[in-house]
């Protein structure tokens, strides 16, 4: 608490409604599962508004953990480690060789932990049989969303993938045939003029703008790319909730409306609520479909 409480943080928004050891209501069947990958320096636990509501609405959410970049890390043995680590606030926006050497290392983590869900399915205690594994999608944020992408591209394991606010900057080439559905959630911020007015260092800035022309035009998978109002980059995440952000609970609630439906409709849930709710002008006025049935702001 004493860490959290040095940042400026409101201690009293730490509460949640997560309790280890949970009993599985429906234990005689299997659930979709959803791997979350963090923002660069971001504790895993800190999606918790989103993994709630993922969780209440039918899926087994596992966390990747990027222990050495967090501002904290537990393991599974109860050791965890306070620090920031050598890389965090040390290396440039700019070093793109020193990120790539990150991501390769996240994403290898991603598909470790895809190669051990089987193993987890037979003989984890409390998940064992409880895992559809046909039905996997993948959550990221910022880095952790670059991660997901990259590990996407060469795992067809992962049947849906939700970018929230990613370092597209750091996507680099599109490689083969990609055609798994994606969702790119984007903060306010999402024009060249408009990161460049936030601060973004320019070559970032122009190198992001690339990143997202590069899904647009060379993806050939269903896409949807939605800017959310007000959203900053760290809306995506816990922390605006401690530090009493307002407008947070409306931004969180269109987040969790999109990544739940989204995931529904293509971790082979329910049908086609999420695009039906663009075709029928049920979420804003500003959606629209554009020619190739892609659904954009």
């Not at 969780?55 to 920031?84: D, H, K």
């Not at 990613?166 to 903060?187: N, V, W, Y």
Request: proline share 3%.
């Amino acid at each position: 608490m004493e860490f959290f409480h040095g940042m400026g943080a409101d201690v009293s928004h730490l509460e949640t409604n997560v309790y280890n050891n949970a009993p599985i209501i429906h234990a005689d069947r299997t659930y979709p599962v959803i791997v979350y990958s963090p923002e660069f320096g971001v504790e895993r636990d800190m999606y918790l508004f989103n993994i709630q509501e993922l969780v209440g609405n039918g899926f087994i959410v596992i966390t990747v953990s990027a222990p050495y970049e967090s501002v904290f890390t537990v393991f599974p043995n109860g050791e965890y480690i306070r620090q920031l680590g050598v890389v965090v606030g040390v290396i440039q926006g700019t070093d793109f060789d020193a990120w790539d050497r990150l991501l390769d290392i996240r994403t290898k983590g991603i598909s470790r932990l895809m190669d051990e869900l089987p193993e987890m399915n037979i003989n984890h205690g409390m998940l064992k049989g409880k895992l559809d594994l046909e039905r996997i999608g993948a959550i990221g944020h910022s880095l952790g969303g670059a991660a997901m992408f990259r590990a996407a591209q060469v795992d067809r394991r992962i049947k849906a993938g939700i970018l929230l606010d990613a370092s597209l900057h750091l996507l680099g080439e599109i490689k083969g045939r990609i055609d798994t559905p994606f969702l790119l959630l984007r903060q306010q911020a999402s024009t060249l003029e408009q990161l460049l007015k936030s601060g973004m260092n320019e070559i970032v800035a122009r190198e992001y703008m690339n990143g997202q022309k590069r899904l647009a035009d060379d993806f050939c998978g269903f896409k949807s790319f939605i800017r959310i109002k007000r959203a900053n980059h760290m809306s995506f995440s816990d922390v605006p909730l401690h530090f009493k952000e307002p407008d947070i609970a409306d931004i969180h609630g269109v987040i969790n409306t999109l990544t739940t439906l989204f995931m529904k409709r293509f971790a082979g849930m329910e049908g086609r609520v999420y695009t039906d709710l663009f075709v029928q002008g049920c979420l804003d006025g500003t959606n629209r479909i554009n020619g190739d049935g892609d659904i954009m702001e």
